[in-house]
Structure formats: structure tokens, C-alpha cells
């Protein structure tokens, strides 16, 4: 099996980033609110890409920043997949009123756009970790549901589905050994544009003061942490908002590579 | 009645009935969660009478069904209801704000689609190309960038380093229409990057698709420029998925105009709207989500209904 350059290059970046979020303590320099020196020193030596808006190492916030963004958009991403690709694939082989009832609910939830929904929600809720979490994942798994249940409709309607069910196979057996393990490859796809997405997300809303909460630090915030500082010229707030955009794209080019790779497996053209 | 009124009278009564249902997730969704109004506005420390007198002023002792139920009729005859944080009528609050939001939306639609449609017969007709390959490179990326760090890119690179426009887009009543327009040119920018990306995807996606059909071979066998075969033949066939995607990313412009007035400070509906999520201003909150909503679902009613319009196949029965 042959791995196309640009594929490579983002597992590499991807790789990179996970494992700075994982071992993030180890790599910072210094503690994530810990303040260390001026108002926007310049990089320099002790601080590579220089101090925030109140003094603090920013390669340090911009590592810690990571692990949250990165732990919560993958939280998110997990339980938008489970739910969604459970309740869809439900939905598929349950058919009538349990999937118009579901679908219905899911094109109610759709229309309304997902960052005004959400915010309609945070202005009710507190605004914590968990809460941010299972409002991403909630809103993100109708995406997924409608994938899910689009993959299976087509999947249920096979020969070995039916041989399944007139076995008298329950319905837990028909949609984790005889939809899931076909329907992977198409979800496998998509977990990669809705970890992007949730990523995204989180930083917009972080980035309007209603996500991730100081002192804790995430790339959003730390990009309206700084955003006062552009206007004079400094370009503290541009950083986050690069790792954003690299995190993004190396992403992108994995989910491409694995998308094309299952088109072809379906006889597509790779 | 004609069988293309028939399906365009029932597009819109079910988006109207979509709408319904989504003031209800709005309201009644929210009045279901955990929380409680009264205690957020007073904090930990209030006490169970000033609490009690707070939920009867606002209403909150009455199930959430009439309340609901008034809430709806209120917006129906243009009572938005007043805001709990300044004790100011919503509807006047939001008139003044709702015009700038309109203006700046409308200025990004207006330069992206004619562009966004143009790059896209550009690509498809250098398909492969070095046009092609630049055109999806540069908009793969602006794909892959949330909408502030779009707009804070723009905002260092045009209005601080090389000083071309302002940075913060200040509007009052009484300006100009050049001032005015001088003022939201950099948001105008941002939401134009933002959007013109999916479009013009879509755009050369649909134009690409149209073009493996027999009869551009035969335009082409014709001795028809390549230009022109898209031009022609492509172009009026891509029509319908063209208009969509268009519409879909116009409803997209309202997510976008949220982040993109935080970003440059501009007095709109999206300012107004995460201002008062901070403050957790309910009815504030609540009112703005459902214009928000109810423009993105006409929107999409929209498209919907001029995809059937631009479908010849459904102007002729048979």
C-alpha cells in the first residue's frame, strides 16, 4: 500500500499535535498561568514565541491551549459519532414511525444553524467543560446521524441483512456485526471533517467569550486574549489562529486520502 | 392549478410550519433545561422572596406552555418582549441593528456570487490546470479557517501592517453611504472569503458534472470554444445545484455575520446577540435565535423553491 506525500504530511502534523496535547505538561516550558515576563515581550530565547497580553509564556498557553482544544473537540467527536451513528443505523433497520419520527426530529434540529442553537442553549446552561462537550457532540451527531442512516438504508436492504434477521438475529447483532463493519469506511471518512469541525467550533465559541472558560487556556481564547494587541501591530493573537489552520488542514488531507481510498474500494474512481 | 404552483405553495407551507416548530425548540427547549432564570439574573445569594417576586414579574410562575404560547403571539404583532439586563423593548433595541446586519450581509452577497460564480467556470473550463489547481488551493484553505481568524488575518494585514482601510467598523446614523461603505469594507472582505470557497466548489463541481454529458460532445465537435460550450450548454443545465449552494451559503452568511461583527466591533444583530448571551439575557437571546433562524430557513425556502422554478423538467408535464 502505497501512502501519498500529502497523506503523510498530515498524519505527521496530526500526529504532532495529539502528542503535544497528551504530553503537554512535559513539553511546556513553563506552568499555563504562570507569569513570566512583560506585556507582549518579543520572542526571545526563554520565550520562543514571545509573552501574552498579561506576561504569560505564550508557546506554554499555546501547548496547554492545544490539549483542551484538542480533548474537547475529541470528546465531542465521540459522542456525536456514537449517538448518531447508533440512533441512524437504528432508524435504518427499525424504518417506519421510529425513523420517520427520528429523521424529523434531526431536519428540526438542522434547520436551525448550530452555532445560534448553541448559543441559545449556552446563554441557559453553565458554561463548563462537560456542558460545552455534550452540547458539540449533541448538535454535531444529526450530521452524522444523516450519514449513518443514508449508509444503511442502503446496507439493510442486503441479502446477508435479511439472512440475519430470519435467524431470528436481535437488533444489536444486526446493526454492530452486519451494518457497522460496512458501513465503516464512509464514517471513518467523516469523523475526520466533524473533529475539524468540532475544532472549529470550540474556537468560536471560546473566541466569544462562551466556551472554554480562563484561566484555562484554549486556542480560541488565547486568540481574544490577544486581539487587542493587532491593532498596535502585534501579532500574538495571529498564532493560535495559525495552529488552527494547520491543525485543519493536516486533518483534511488524511480525511481526503481515506475518503478516496474507500470511493475506490467501492469501484469509484480512487 | 399548475403543477409547479402546487409544489412551490406546498414548499413554502412547510417551511412555515418548520418555522413553528423551530420557535418551540427556542423556547420551550430552553424553558426544559436545567437552570433557573431567576437565580442566574440574582445570583447564589438571593432570597427565596426576592426570587419568588422576580419569577412572578417575569412570568416564570406560569407553565411553559401559555407562556410559550404569549411569547409567539408578542412576536406575531412585533412585541419582542424586554430585554432583563437593561429593561429595554427588544424590538426597538434590535430595529437600528437589524438594518446594519442586512446592510453588511448584503454587500458580501452581492460581490461574492457573481465572483464566486465566475471563479467557478474559470476552473471547471482549466480543469487540471494551473487557474484550476490555484483556484481550489487558495479556497481549500480559506475552507479549512475559522471566520475570526479569517477576519483577524485581514484585519492585521489591510488595516494594521499596510494601513489601507480602518480597522474597527464604526457605523452611526447619519453617515454617508461612502463613509458607511468605507466602514464595513473589511468585514465585507472577510464574509466574501468565507463564503465564496463552498460556492465556487460547488460551482465548478456542478459544471464538471454537466460537462460528461453527450451533448457538450457534440457542442464540442461543433468547433464551439470551450468558453462558450460552458457558457451555453453547461451553464444553464448547473443552474438548479448552482442556486442552491448559493442560497445554502447566503444562510450561511448569518453564522458568519455573527463572528465577523465581534471581530470588528460593527453595531449588529450578531454583537447584539453574544452580548447578551454573556449577560444570559433570555428573551434577548431567544428573540434574536429565532430572526436568525426564521432568515436562514427562508433562505432555504428560497432555494428550494428556485430549484423547482429553474427544473424545465417540471415547467413542461406532460
Request: glycine content about 8%; aromatic content about 8%.
Amino acid at each position: 500500500m502505497r501512502i501519498p506525500i500529502s497523506a503523510l504530511v498530515g498524519m505527521v502534523f496530526t500526529g504532532a499535535f495529539f502528542l503535544a496535547a497528551i504530553f503537554a505538561p512535559l513539553i511546556a516550558p513553563y506552568g499555563m498561568a504562570e507569569i513570566v515576563g512583560g506585556v507582549w515581550d518579543p520572542a526571545s530565547e526563554a520565550h520562543w514565541l514571545g509573552t501574552d497580553a498579561i506576561g504569560r509564556d505564550l508557546l506554554s498557553r499555546m501547548i496547554y491551549g492545544g490539549q483542551t482544544t484538542i480533548f474537547v473537540a475529541s470528546a465531542a467527536t465521540v459522542l456525536s459519532f456514537t449517538l448518531g451513528s447508533v440512533l441512524g443505523f437504528s432508524a435504518a433497520v427499525a424504518g417506519g414511525w421510529t425513523d420517520q419520527g427520528l429523521s424529523r426530529l434531526v431536519d428540526l434540529v438542522m434547520a436551525i444553524p448550530a452555532l445560534i442553537l448553541a448559543l441559545v442553549v449556552l446563554s441557559v446552561l453553565p458554561v463548563t467543560l462537560t456542558v460545552l462537550i455534550l452540547v458539540m457532540g449533541l448538535l454535531d451527531s444529526t450530521r452524522v446521524f444523516r450519514l449513518a442512516r443514508a449508509v444503511a438504508v442502503d446496507i439493510t436492504v442486503m441479502d446477508y441483512v435479511e439472512a440475519a434477521r430470519l435467524r431470528g438475529e436481535g437488533w444489536g447483532w444486526i446493526i454492530f456485526r452486519e451494518i457497522l463493519p460496512n458501513a465503516l469506511s464512509p464514517l471513518v471518512a467523516e469523523l475526520g471533517l466533524r473533529f475539524i469541525f468540532a475544532v472549529l467550533f470550540i474556537s468560536t465559541l471560546s473566541f466569544l467569550g462562551l466556551g472554554v472558560q480562563p484561566p484555562l487556556a484554549d486556542w480560541g481564547g488565547i486568540v481574544k486574549e490577544n486581539a487587542s494587541g493587532l491593532v498596535y501591530g502585534i501579532p500574538a493573537a495571529l498564532i493560535p489562529a495559525f495552529a488552527i489552520a494547520a491543525l485543519a488542514i493536516s486533518v483534511n488531507l488524511v480525511a481526503d486520502w481515506v475518503l478516496s481510498r474507500t470511493t475506490s474500494l467501492k469501484g469509484g474512481r480512487g | 392549478m399548475h403543477p409547479v404552483l402546487t409544489l412551490v405553495v406546498q414548499r413554502i407551507a412547510l417551511g412555515l410550519l418548520l418555522l413553528f416548530a423551530v420557535s418551540a425548540v427556542i423556547f420551550l427547549g430552553v424553558a426544559a433545561l436545567p437552570g433557573d432564570t431567576a437565580q442566574a439574573i440574582l445570583g447564589q445569594s438571593a432570597t427565596p422572596q426576592a426570587l419568588a417576586n422576580l419569577r412572578a414579574e417575569m412570568g416564570l410562575d406560569q407553565p411553559a406552555l401559555t407562556r410559550y404560547f404569549n411569547w409567539l403571539g408578542g412576536i406575531l404583532t412585533g412585541d419582542l418582549g424586554t430585554s432583563l439586563s437593561n429593561r429595554t423593548d427588544i424590538a426597538t433595541a434590535i430595529g437600528q441593528r437589524l438594518g446594519n446586519t442586512l446592510f453588511l450581509a448584503a454587500w458580501a452577497a452581492v460581490i461574492s456570487v457573481p465572483l464566486a460564480i465566475l471563479l467557478g467556470l474559470v476552473a471547471a473550463r482549466y480543469n487540471g490546470r494551473w487557474p484550476d489547481k490555484l483556484i481550489s488551493g487558495v479556497t481549500l484553505s480559506t475552507i479549512s479557517l475559522p471566520e475570526f481568524v479569517v477576519g483577524y488575518l485581514v484585519l492585521y494585514f489591510l488595516a494594521v501592517k499596510w494601513q489601507l482601510f480602518p480597522s474597527v467598523a464604526m457605523v452611526f446614523p447619519g453617515m454617508g453611504i461612502m463613509e458607511r461603505l468605507n466602514a464595513v469594507i473589511l468585514p465585507v472582505i472577510v464574509l466574501v472569503l468565507v463564503v465564496l470557497a463552498h460556492m465556487m466548489r460547488m460551482t465548478r463541481a456542478a459544471i464538471l458534472n454537466v460537462m460528461q454529458s453527450a451533448y457538450i460532445e457534440t457542442a464540442e465537435l461543433k468547433g464551439l470554444s470551450p468558453m462558450r460550450v460552458i457558457w451555453r450548454h453547461a451553464f444553464p443545465n448547473a443552474v438548479a445545484p448552482v442556486v442552491n449552494v448559493v442560497m445554502l451559503n447566503l444562510a450561511y452568511l448569518v453564522v458568519g455575520v455573527v463572528v465577523v461583527e465581534v471581530v470588528f466591533v460593527y453595531p449588529g444583530m450578531g454583537q447584539y446577540l453574544v452580548d447578551h448571551v454573556a449577560k444570559r439575557d433570555l428573551p434577548v437571546v431567544q428573540a434574536v435565535g429565532l430572526i436568525f433562524a426564521a432568515v436562514y430557513i427562508g433562505l432555504n425556502i428560497m432555494a428550494d423553491v428556485i430549484s423547482i422554478l429553474a427544473n424545465p423538467r417540471l415547467r413542461h408535464p406532460k
